[in-house]
């Protein structure tokens, strides 16, 4: 990463939502309402904040709404996106520190999609132009301040809201768990006993609470865990990486379902949310996707907004 002005986001690298204020979030939230307020007006931009802008997408990982928000997201502000998949396999062809090395010299920032954290902290180590995480097994940043951005556009003021998540303590979870802490909400987790989340990751999350006055529960019965909460949050029980673990995971979550019944059990203004890719019949039905409780469309909608809220503040000015 590069040296940025103080409360600037400029030249910043995102591998943790911890790595924000909570008023640079609130300020991502606003650019974010803005430029898609103009972009459904409009379809466009007018005067392009990053006309002449590259970023290089280092995805080692599948991706549709990551890869398609942010290159279609630097399309729309006027600049440009490069997309290296299998080509570029750090530490195969080339080692982490060669390749950052390289892109620092042609592009102006780097997305990475990677599966252990250590890679995208290493790339933003060895590079000297910003790096945004966009997913680890560790966390998922980008989704986080998606999901949160989504929930002050249905319910306004944050704090004291109550998000409740059903299944894997996984990398949505956590970064969910960080960001919610961090602007004062309930999150809640009902996840089975083996399955549990990172313990470092929680004890950061508590230590966030204990400014905020936000609160983190635990526990095992979804129905339980989902009483009054304002949104139902689920994920893929397997994350990418853990395939080998697919037909004990699937056994262990079984009771870790989003249906109508548990959307009942949250209340009568209790909304759906998922980050996708879902699995219908699986971790979510098909009728809580497809719903009136659903906001899972507008959820994925956002994730072009506040990326590229993110890409202006970061690469802007
Ligand atoms: N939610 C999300 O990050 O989707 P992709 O894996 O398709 O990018
Ligand atoms: N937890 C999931 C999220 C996908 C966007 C995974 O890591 O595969």
Redesign the pocket.
């Known amino acids: 990463m590069t040296d940025a002005p103080a409360g600037s986001l400029r030249g910043r690298d995102l591998l943790s939502v911890a790595d924000l204020s909570a008023g640079e979030v609130n300020r991502i939230f606003d650019r974010a309402a803005e430029l898609k307020a103009e972009f459904r007006a409009e379809r466009r931009h007018a005067g392009p904040p990053l006309v002449g802008r590259t970023l290089a997408m280092l995805f080692q990982?599948?991706?549709?709404?990551?890869?398609?928000?942010f290159e279609a997201g630097m399309n729309q502000l006027g600049g440009h996106a490069v997309y290296l998949t299998e080509d570029v396999v750090m530490g195969a062809r080339e080692s982490v520190r060669d390749v950052a090395l390289n892109l620092e010299r042609f592009v102006d920032a780097i997305v990475a999609?990677t599966g252990p954290h250590e890679v995208v902290v290493e790339l933003a180590a060895q590079a000297s132009i910003p790096v945004i995480n966009?997913?680890t097994l560790r966390e998922?940043p980008?989704?986080a301040l998606t999901d949160l951005f989504t929930l002050r556009e249905r319910f306004g003021e944050l704090p004291g809201r109550v998000l409740a998540f059903v299944g894997d303590g996984n990398n949505?979870y956590h970064s969910l768990a960080l960001l919610g802490a961090m602007l004062g909400l309930e999150v809640r987790l009902a996840h089975p006993a083996d399955y549990s989340p990172s313990h470092r990751i929680v004890d950061q999350a508590r230590a966030i609470a204990q400014e905020t006055g936000a609160r983190l529960v635990f526990g095992r019965d979804p129905a339980e865990i989902v009483r009054g909460a304002d949104v139902v949050y689920t994920d893929a029980w397997t994350s990418?990486g853990q395939e080998a673990e697919m037909e004990a995971r699937r056994d262990a979550f079984g009771a870790y379902r989003v249906d109508d019944a548990l959307l009942d059990a949250a209340g009568p203004t209790a909304v759906a949310m998922h980050?996708?890719?879902a699995h219908r019949g699986q971790e979510i039905t098909s009728a809580v996707m497809d719903g009136s409780r659903s906001i899972i469309w507008d959820q994925?909608e956002n994730?072009l907004h506040v990326q590229k809220a993110l890409l202006v503040e970061i690469l802007g000015g």
């Open positions: 990982r599948p991706s549709l709404r990551t890869r398609v928000t999609r966009g997913l998922h980008c989704q949505v990418m980050c996708l890719p994925s994730r």
